[in-house]
């Protein structure tokens, strides 16, 4: 063990605060699917401050601690997707302490976050460079340079070519990933091909396994749950949260993904059935 190295991090806080990203700091679940887990946490803790349900019992100063609790290991997941609804989320619940007159208290924790924030992004480069790299998503790429975004982007323009190619059955179940690889390698990426990599998109991955069939029953599911519970707004956060990340991740092709869609996609749909019983 070399001691002297782990001394230097210890008393350097920037070098070891990079020790604590990303999936070095969720070991046994992929950071992205974390961040899922903590924004739907994070929205009902929020929800709590304007419309109490009931249901969590916590004081309000226990409340607010939890919500910067989750928000600060949002920023350590540094998951993009992650990273942009728990933001939303954050400007979500300042509004609404200023809108219900703790003015003091929303003023305190914003800037609480926002310094917070600015030391992470001056101690830990990682940090920084994901949300730089987060800004250029969209540009432009012509080579396989390694950058997530840069290998997404590419990914997902050969996963559309070959879509358009198979635009009404696909190119079948249990071909997509052989398809995609041969993809890569007339297009020359390497790292795609090494790596096996999927379509990143749920919706191109089932339009790829069986066509436009595919796609419309997966649609039907979001407007199940949509009218799980009509009004009810945690249905419209889950579906946002979800086609928020289906929309760059093939999310029901991991075991993570399949279960965070499953559990809370029947949870919603049993409470449907339960309101309706009790109604009845």
Not at 150 to 166: H, I, K, P
Not at 182 to 194: D, F, Q, V
């Given at each position: 063990i070399d001691y002297q190295h782990i001394q230097n991090g210890l008393w350097n806080w920037g070098y070891g605060i990079n020790w604590f990203l990303s999936s070095r700091f969720t070991?046994?679940?992929?950071?992205?699917?974390?961040?899922?887990?903590?924004?739907?946490?994070?929205?009902?803790?929020?929800?709590?401050?304007?419309?109490?349900?009931?249901?969590?019992?916590?004081?309000?100063?226990?409340?607010?601690?939890?919500?910067?609790?989750?928000?600060?290991?949002?920023?350590?997941?540094?998951?993009?997707?992650?990273?942009?609804?728990a933001g939303l989320l954050f400007v979500w619940w300042v509004l609404m302490l200023f809108r219900n007159g703790s003015v003091r208290a929303g003023i305190a924790l914003s800037s609480m976050v926002v310094l917070a924030t600015i030391a992470l992004f001056w101690k830990a480069p990682e940090l920084s460079n994901r949300i730089v790299n987060m800004a250029g998503f969209f540009d432009e790429k012509?080579?396989?340079?390694?950058?997530?975004?840069?290998?997404?982007?590419?990914?997902?323009?050969?996963?559309?070519?070959?879509?358009?190619?198979?635009?009404?059955l696909g190119v079948g179940i249990g071909d997509v990933r052989n398809e995609l690889?041969?993809?890569?390698?007339?297009?020359?990426?390497?790292?795609?091909?090494?790596?096996?990599?999927?379509?990143?998109?749920?919706?191109?991955?089932?339009?790829?396994?069986?066509?436009?069939?595919?796609?419309?029953?997966?649609?039907?599911?979001?407007?199940?749950?949509?009218?799980?519970?009509?009004?009810?707004?945690?249905?419209?956060?889950?579906?946002?949260?979800?086609?928020?990340?289906?929309?760059v991740e093939s999310m029901l092709e991991t075991q993570a993904g399949m279960v965070f869609f499953a559990l809370f996609g029947i949870l919603f749909i049993y409470l449907s059935k339960t309101h309706q019983l009790v109604e009845s």
């Open positions: 070991v046994f679940l992929h950071p992205s699917y974390l961040a899922m887990y903590l924004n739907f946490s994070l929205f009902l803790l929020i929800r709590e401050e304007s419309a109490p349900s009931g249901w969590i019992h916590l004081k309000t100063n226990w409340r607010r601690g939890l919500i910067l609790l989750f928000l600060t290991i949002q920023v350590l997941l540094i998951s993009k997707a992650g990273l942009f609804i012509e080579s396989d340079s390694g950058e997530s975004n840069d290998l997404r982007v590419m990914v997902w323009n050969e996963a559309l070519q070959l879509s358009r190619e198979n635009i009404v690889n041969e993809r890569y390698e007339r297009a020359e990426m390497k790292e795609a091909r090494e790596r096996n990599l999927n379509a990143h998109s749920q919706f191109i991955q089932f339009h790829l396994s069986a066509g436009l069939a595919a796609v419309f029953l997966f649609v039907m599911c979001f407007i199940e749950i949509l009218a799980s519970r009509k009004g009810m707004i945690g249905a419209v956060f889950l579906a946002v949260l979800l086609i928020s990340n289906m929309l």
